[in-house]
């Protein structure tokens, strides 16, 4: 797989998206959540929020502002800043699955 860097939000949330749903990563969280986001659409989010170089409520503007990434990652609504927040601490608490 050829990977490049991009200049471009909607590239950059499709690779992001594609890599996650690739990845060992649960669908959900947890199996008695709303199920309203995958992990995957969490983990790309997070990814154009480092990509933009802004905070929680930034990327969830730019998500509101823009329907092709809202369209790219499948939302059907835009995440609360708080949501996002609390999905970056538990990326942060996963431990990798073995040697990088």
Known sequence: MRRTTSKSPV??????????EQSVLPAYRAKRSKHR??????????????????D?????????DFS????????????????LQRAEVWFEKKQPLGPC
Do not use: K
């Open 37 to 54: 986001y995958r992990v995957p659409q969490l983990f790309a989010i997070l990814v154009l929020r480092q990509f933009f170089n802004t």
């Open 68 to 83: 092709e990434l809202r369209q790219v990652l499948d939302l059907d609504h835009v995440p609360h800043y708080s949501t």
């Open 11 to 20: 590239a950059v949330a499709r690779e992001a998206l594609d890599i996650a």
């Open 56 to 64: 929680y409520r930034g990327i969830s503007n730019y998500l509101r």
